[in-house]
């Protein structure tokens, strides 16, 4: 089993910054690539950036390209989604997820996720 616990969530307006945070527990997490995701109203969950625990490796949307930067302190089990240049069209509930799958994740391959945290963005 693997416990995923977001914060960091918010209110800002565009051009802002943001720093969602995931705290990561369980037996195994390390075999796991940590993955943020965003679901604006509608039916889909987006795949957002994620890195293998590990190596570090990281892989990201194209829509975030450039603005988000994922990371993680393995001192802390924590995995952080540093968001500048915020747009309106980034307001979403975002999720931290853990998978086996590595890469760009689809959303039905995750293994765990988190609670969500709402990021609103006003313009």
């Known amino acids: 089993q693997v416990q995923l616990v977001e914060s960091g969530g918010g209110l800002v307006q565009a051009g802002d910054s943001l720093r969602l945070s995931c705290a990561v527990s369980?037996?195994?997490?390390?075999?796991?690539?940590m993955a943020w995701f965003r679901q604006a109203p509608g039916p889909e969950r987006e795949f957002v950036a994620a890195i293998r625990w590990i190596s570090g490796s990281t892989y990201y949307a194209d829509s975030v390209k450039g603005r988000f930067t994922i990371s993680r302190d393995n001192a802390k089990n924590t995995v952080y989604l540093q968001m500048n240049s915020l747009k309106p069209e980034d307001t979403a509930v975002y999720y931290c997820?853990?998978?086996?799958?590595?890469?760009?994740?689809?959303?039905?391959?995750?293994?765990?996720w988190g609670q969500g945290t709402q990021v609103t963005v006003s313009s």
């Open positions: 997820a853990a998978s086996l799958t590595n890469g760009v994740i689809p959303p039905a391959l995750v293994d765990y």
């Open positions: 369980g037996r195994t997490f390390s075999r796991y690539t």
